[in-house]
């Protein structure tokens, strides 16, 4: 079979011809485009200047789809970009009516779109709610934290939150059913000193529930904490007045960890050691565990010196 060999002139005419179709093709495409069209993605709607004397509930989901106008160039990234937009729709004439119509609210939403993108349409176009009657109630704040301390550091006090309550507003019958609120997630680690920082509360999940503040002050006193030890008279339990048991040895050893402030104040009246008679008189027991019943807040029992006591019972 023949090969057909091309001249050096006409490898480099072909070559020509190519790379002028590709340019002529990458001209065709910036000129689609750079044109504008019409095309829809998905929008969630953001509330504001919610009613103050009406309670809502949408009758919707909280998402619309809007018809956008823009370059072919703003269309390819709003598919590639699957992210939802942001529709901020004013409720103010809620306080009159029971919808609100998003196309009156047109240029006003356009004002926060960029200027080579505006929406021209939205599906729906009128947003119905249903209403209650409003009532407001202060519950307790809940902090949420993941805090991971240097080694022998750790939390030696309460938490102290201010405010400590969270004013909530919305629906009585929404309302009635929230005991507490919680803050977004606290997150820190490698703390050794004291922690003082803003704290958001977690946003609602419904346009119609407000809550007053959104951001509370979080205090948890953080120290260096170590070891100590105490001697404890361990306590009979069990219908003891019924029988005349000894047990030996009487006093335990008892090993915790204190913050350093702490540690000439912890003392063995803090403390208390009891065993039980009944697993003798019920389970047969020979030797009776050690329970630490007592212990002050913020210390950690780390070990017990025996964990175990033999006892007599004398007829």
């Known amino acids: ?35 504008s069209y019409n095309y829809n993605v998905k929008a969630v709607v953001n509330y504001r200047n919610a009613p103050q004397k009406r309670a809502f ?28 937009k942001i529709v901020k729709v004013d409720l103010q004439r809620l306080e009159y009516q029971p919808f609100i119509v998003l196309s009156s609210q047109l240029s006003t939403i356009n004002n926060d779109m960029p200027d080579d993108r505006k929406i021209i349409a939205f599906n729906p176009d009128t947003l119905y709610f249903d209403f209650s009657n409003r009532s407001v109630r202060r519950v307790p704040i809940t902090l949420v934290r993941s805090i991971q301390y240097q080694h022998q550091f750790s939390q030696s006090g309460n938490v102290v939150i201010q405010p400590s309550y969270v004013t909530i507003s919305g629906p009585s019958n929404r309302i009635d059913k929230i005991t ?21 509360l977690s946003p609602s999940a419904e ?18 904490f170590t070891e100590k030890t105490v001697e404890l008279p361990v306590k009979l339990m ?78």
């Open 238 to 315: 069990g219908n003891v007045d019924f029988f005349n048991v000894k047990v030996f040895p009487q006093k335990v050893k008892v090993t915790f960890t204190t913050s350093l402030n702490r540690y000439n104040d912890m003392t063995d009246e803090l403390f208390e050691a009891q065993a039980d008679l009944n697993l003798w008189r019920v389970y047969g027991y020979s030797a009776l565990p050690v329970k630490i019943t007592r212990v002050p807040a913020f210390c950690k029992v780390v070990n017990i010196e025996p964990r175990n006591v033999d006892f007599i019972v004398k007829k």
């Open 1 to 35: 079979m023949a090969i057909l060999k091309l001249s050096t002139t006409e490898r480099r005419r072909a070559s020509t011809i190519v790379t002028c179709l590709l340019l002529a093709f990458c001209a065709w495409i910036v000129t689609v485009l750079s044109s």
């Open 57 to 84: 509930h949408s009758l919707q989901t909280d998402t619309v789809n809007i018809t956008l106008k823009g370059s072919g160039w703003k269309m390819l990234f709003s598919k590639i970009n699957y992210e939802n």
């Open 180 to 200: 507490t609120w919680r803050t977004d997630s606290l997150v820190l680690k490698n703390i050794n000193e004291k922690i003082t920082t803003a704290v958001n």
């Open 207 to 224: 346009g119609n529930v407000g809550i007053y503040p959104k951001t509370v002050q979080v205090k948890i006193p953080v120290e260096e």
